[in-house]
């Protein structure tokens, strides 16, 4: 089964503009979050989608959005890009599954986009 | 709120010896998960061990163990007989349940040594 694709993997864009990553899941898999990865903050919580619906938000400006469609494919947009928006943007895609009675929920992640904005 | 932390920021260890990864966690749920991936300097992120909070035996996958010991909220990763590809960042996240938001440590930077 294939893994989780994101395209493209490496974007180089200037202050201001805007940008569009996309995310395509394990197939099968409804849930997608996305994370930010930088040098400073650690990797963060951006938001997650299940069946085309934003069910959780991490703590980032209204400049990010993303969207899911109904094959279960994500994109996330940046807008109004700043410097420090520069980094490694993951997306994982999970299926809820139960081990020993109980719900287990492995996020598996792809290969990431680094953006540089300059 | 939940809060990972590991102490380690960086790791060197021969290859063929074993090597423990420390992680600890912040919580007053009752319910939750914890995972370890692994980082090579591709970028991304591999799953390796899964743990839930009432899972009675300690996870284990492979050449990768998961020492839990939940009263002192910690859960270790041990690597045996490590190998020059285990080289790599490791992150250490809990599973916040029903929010499906990873919260991760800083990571350790594990360095195997021929």
């Known amino acids: 089964k294939a893994g989780v694709t994101q395209t493209p993997r490496y974007l180089i864009k200037t202050r201001g503009q805007q940008v569009t990553l996309s995310c395509s899941p394990i197939?099968?898999?409804?849930?997608v979050s996305w994370y930010q990865q930088t040098p400073g903050q650690g990797l963060q919580f951006l938001f997650e989608y299940f069946s085309e619906t934003q069910r959780n938000k991490g703590n980032f400006p209204g400049r990010f959005s993303g969207r899911q469609f109904s094959n279960s494919r994500s994109e996330m947009n940046v807008s109004t890009l700043e410097l420090g928006d520069s980094a490694l943007y993951l997306c994982?895609?999970?299926?809820?599954?139960?081990?020993?009675?109980?719900?287990?929920?492995?996020?598996?992640f792809g290969p990431g986009t680094r953006l540089l904005v300059l | 709120a939940q809060k990972i932390t590991q102490t380690q920021p960086g790791m060197f260890v021969q290859e063929k010896e074993a090597v423990t990864l420390d992680c600890t966690y912040d919580?007053?749920?009752?319910?939750?998960?914890l995972f370890w991936y692994k980082q090579p300097s591709s970028g991304e992120m591999i799953f390796l061990i899964y743990?839930?909070?009432?899972?009675?035996q300690n996870a284990t996958e492979g050449r990768y163990s998961l020492n839990f010991q939940k009263a002192r909220k910690s859960a270790n990763l041990v690597i045996s007989a490590s190998q020059l590809g285990d080289s790599a960042m490791y992150f250490c996240a809990y599973l916040i349940q029903g929010a499906q938001k990873l919260v991760f440590g800083q990571g350790t930077r594990l360095t195997i040594n021929p």
């Open positions: 994982a895609s999970s299926l809820p599954r139960l081990a020993g009675g109980r719900r287990q929920e492995t996020q598996y």
């Open positions: 743990q839930g909070s009432y899972d009675e």
């Open positions: 197939s099968g898999h409804r849930s």
């Open positions: 919580t007053s749920d009752q319910s939750y998960g």
